[in-house]
């Protein structure tokens, strides 16, 4: 027992996806003697977009025929023609109705043509070379005509079709992991966030939001904004106080980065921090750069992302990991408004630094300094030198593009719906397992759960049970312990820095009824250590 408590301890210190595989190794150690391991630990879906996909490969299927028009050696075929691939598709569609997908392929290409009003060979051209592949991404940033389908399924879906905020520039990324990456990389190298820079993440957060910054080569001061905000029934509500907004006045901090809905609360932030937020940056920290991950913003009705409310100082990444059950297919978005903040930071560098950068990227154009900050990123992807074979696979992007077309179609949010309805459900019956009721928050997207045993315990559990219980474990133990005994794996809440007693459940990756089974088995440990608490101390029931 004691090798097992100086394991957990060493185990604290890692990233909790890191011990999220010790876990599963345990688990699957139980699982070959009792029952199905049951792994809440990964924020994948169980859920697929299929009818989007069904186009895909209906798109796929029109391409090759379209490739084998050009030339055709039985296993060799040629590029794709430009002229006239609308009227070659409209016959295909004609000819193969009967095809899975075909008539929403229909319905995305007339999207482009007549709500769009995109040229219908150069439209239909980009999806089938695009889906063919044979062609480097160009632009490289993002190809034109996807770039202006997935603009408006984001205004949609996280801007609620506000337009006053201007337009964005796009580049697509191999998910939101890589938008971290590309960004942090190039606020680096263009001296918006040299080494030690003061900058604030809105927590808890995505581990690598936190991890990033720490590596030797930022070693950045981190300014935490706490969701410390406890309700009348000393419940969190994942939401941030007043006085922990107010940190961000400090103009020496650089950058914000937050996760909005929250990653492991997966809570929006509520209205009236927004308007705190808009009133400090532009009274007090007008240069704030604004990275905001808005991944679980499709699960939360009306969800607003900071995007439209501080367009000039604001990177919005997306994913359409979570919503369209894509995590495989790496397919996310960089937006930078028009007109921004780091445009303006690059302009107002000292000239040694220009000269330097202007130096950088002097292989890209003849007036570097003139590069914007998104075309920067772009390069920095590829090293710059390589910047002729940058950009997301052109097969991606056209994936990317009919999930975007697939989500404006269904103007009365059928799919929308399922996803929320799926979440919900799972909620219900997670907490139905404890034994508690789920109190419904505000902006809650329910993707994940964050428990926070502490709290629990003081609720649900006789005085001086939790005192117990920290002064003999961690809170690892007890993940170690359900791991070990019911083949669960859940992830440690402290890794995201949030409270140290909360762990985090996913609501989407498992069947509905797992969820029961989870919160009874976690009951079931904490009962164990309650029986263990009462034996030790002599007390009756």
């Excluded at 009274?283 to 699960?299: A, E, K, W």
């Excluded at 404890?434 to 964050?450: F, S």
Aim: net charge negative.
């Amino acid at each position: 027992m004691v090798e097992r408590k100086n394991e957990y301890r060493v185990s604290e210190k890692i990233s909790p996806f890191e011990l999220k595989d010790k876990l599963i190794d345990l688990a699957k150690g139980k699982m070959r003697i009792t029952r199905t391991m049951l792994d809440a630990g990964r924020g994948n879906p169980n859920w697929i977009a299929a009818a989007p996909r069904e186009a895909f490969f209906a798109l796929g299927q029109f391409a090759v025929t379209e490739s084998r028009k050009v030339w055709d050696e039985g296993d060799l075929a040629g590029m794709p023609s430009r002229i006239g691939i609308a009227e070659s598709f409209n016959q295909y569609v004609q000819e193969n109705n009967h095809v899975p997908g075909i008539t929403l392929l229909k319905n995305i290409v007339d999207y482009g043509l007549n709500t769009k009003q995109f040229q219908p060979d150069e439209w239909v051209y980009e999806l089938v070379d695009g889906i063919i592949g044979d062609n480097y991404p160009n632009p490289d940033r993002m190809l034109v005509r996807t770039e202006k389908v997935v603009h408006d399924f984001l205004s949609q879906e996280l801007c609620g079709q506000d337009t006053s905020c201007g337009s964005f520039d796009l580049f697509a990324v191999e998910g939101a992991t890589a938008a971290m990456c590309y960004t942090f990389d190039t606020l680096y190298k263009n001296h918006l966030l040299p080494i030690g820079s003061k900058v604030a993440v809105m927590v808890p957060i995505f581990p690598p939001y936190i991890e990033i910054p720490e590596l030797p080569d930022n070693n950045y001061e981190l300014v935490n904004i706490n969701a410390t905000e406890i309700d009348e029934e000393g419940h969190h509500t994942w939401q941030y106080p007043y006085e922990e907004l107010e940190k961000l006045k400090d103009q020496d901090i650089k950058a914000l980065f937050l996760v909005n809905p929250s990653n492991p609360p997966s809570v929006a932030i509520k209205k009236e921090s927004i308007e705190q937020i808009i009133q400090i940056v532009k009274q007090h920290n007008p240069n704030l750069m604004i990275i905001s991950d808005d991944v679980y913003g499709t699960f939360v009705e009306g969800f607003r992302s900071l995007m439209v409310d501080l367009p000039f100082n604001t990177i919005g990444v997306y994913s359409f990991s979570k919503y369209f059950g894509v995590t495989g297919w790496r397919l996310g978005t960089i937006a930078i408004n028009r007109i921004n903040v780091f445009d303006k930071l690059i302009n107002e560098l000292p000239e040694e630094e220009k000269v330097i950068l202007n130096r950088r990227y002097a292989s890209l154009t003849q007036n570097p300094e003139n590069l914007t900050f998104i075309d920067r990123m772009v390069a920095d992807s590829r090293d710059v030198a390589m910047n002729h074979t940058a950009g997301l696979s052109t097969p991606q992007q056209v994936q990317m593009a009919i999930f975007s077309i697939f989500a404006l179609l269904d103007t009365k949010n059928e799919y929308k719906q399922k996803t929320i309805d799926i979440l919900h459900r799972r909620m219900k019956l997670l907490y139905e397992g404890l034994g508690l009721p789920k109190k419904h928050l505000p902006n809650d997207a329910d993707y994940y759960t964050e428990i926070d045993l502490e709290i629990w315990c003081h609720h649900h559990y006789e005085k001086g049970f939790i005192d117990y219980l920290k002064e003999n474990y961690k809170p690892v133990d007890i993940l170690y312990r359900l791991a070990e005994k019911s083949a669960i794996v859940l992830l440690s809440g402290e890794g995201f820095l949030a409270p140290e007693w909360s762990i985090r459940v996913s609501l989407a990756n498992l069947n509905d009824e797992a969820y029961s089974r989870i919160g009874q088995e976690l009951k079931n440990v904490l009962d164990e250590y309650v029986v263990e608490w009462k034996e030790k101390e002599g007390i009756r029931n």
